[in-house]
């Protein structure tokens, strides 16, 4: 059974980058899937982030676009979120989702997210 | 803010039924893309309950149902229980943003 883990630093300065990694277990990010990110402010809504394909397409949020990169590591298992020039606005619960490569494209497994605060 | 609009919230007593309505526009469910739709209990992880409209995922119980018609969607839960207490979301896809989008989710409260 595939499982996601979010890992990376819970607190990001502002105006810095936020760098985010998820661990693909019980499976290969080389299957035919797609890994996205998506976030969720405290006490708002989902927000999708962008994903990544693992022969390196992406597709990207277009009012996160120009912040954005998306990358996958095939060796490790793992792909990984970069988002620059944080803001307050960017503090949430980061996510990590599979979506299978299908018409459907439905997010059918979920890390347990992990909360990143902007903060000085 | 989110192009796919549901009811902040909605209640029921024990054994009732609710509905919780998902409405977009002709770029998103009016172009025919799928909907589908998560349950988020609280402090955990969104969950897939309902996929490609009215289908339910392995282990999803069939109080859980779906369906698409137009611009908008419904989720319908039959025989609510008090473990049903969540936040709801629906998400499809948006031509004109080119991106997936969620819903602005609902909270289901069992009375």
């Known amino acids: 059974q595939v499982q996601l883990q979010e890992s990376g630093p819970g607190l990001v300065k502002p105006s810095g980058t936020l760098s985010l990694t998820c661990a693909v277990s019980g499976g290969s990010i080389s299957s035919s899937n797609w890994w996205s990110w998506v976030r969720q402010p405290p006490g708002k809504g989902l927000e999708w982030i962008g994903e990544i394909y693992h022969s390196g397409s992406t597709n990207y949020n277009p009012s996160l676009k120009s912040r954005v990169t998306i990358s996958v590591d095939k060796s490790k298992n793992q792909f990984s979120l970069k988002l620059s020039s944080v803001t307050a606005a960017d503090t949430a619960v980061y996510y990590c989702?599979?979506?299978?490569?299908?018409?459907?494209?439905?997010?059918?497994?979920w890390g347990q997210g992990t909360m990143v605060t902007v903060s000085s | 803010q989110s192009v796919l609009t549901q009811p902040p919230s909605v209640s029921g007593a024990p054994g009732q039924r609710v509905t919780i309505s998902c409405t977009g526009s002709?770029?998103?469910?009016?172009?025919?893309?799928?909907v589908h739709w998560y349950q988020q209990l609280p402090g955990t992880a969104p969950k897939l309950l309902i996929y490609?409209?009215?289908n339910r995922p392995s282990g999803v119980p069939d109080r859980f149902s779906g369906s698409k018609s137009g611009t908008s969607a419904s989720l319908a839960i039959s025989g609510l229980q008090a473990e049903d207490e969540a936040d709801y979301y629906c998400?499809?896809?948006?031509?004109?943003?080119?991106?997936?989008?969620f819903g602005t989710g609902t909270k289901v409260t069992v009375l």
């Open positions: 989702a599979r979506a299978p490569d299908t018409k459907l494209h439905a997010f059918d497994i």
């Open positions: 490609g409209n009215s």
């Open positions: 002709s770029s998103n469910i009016g172009a025919g893309y799928d």
């Open positions: 998400q499809s896809y948006d031509s004109s943003l080119s991106g997936y989008v």
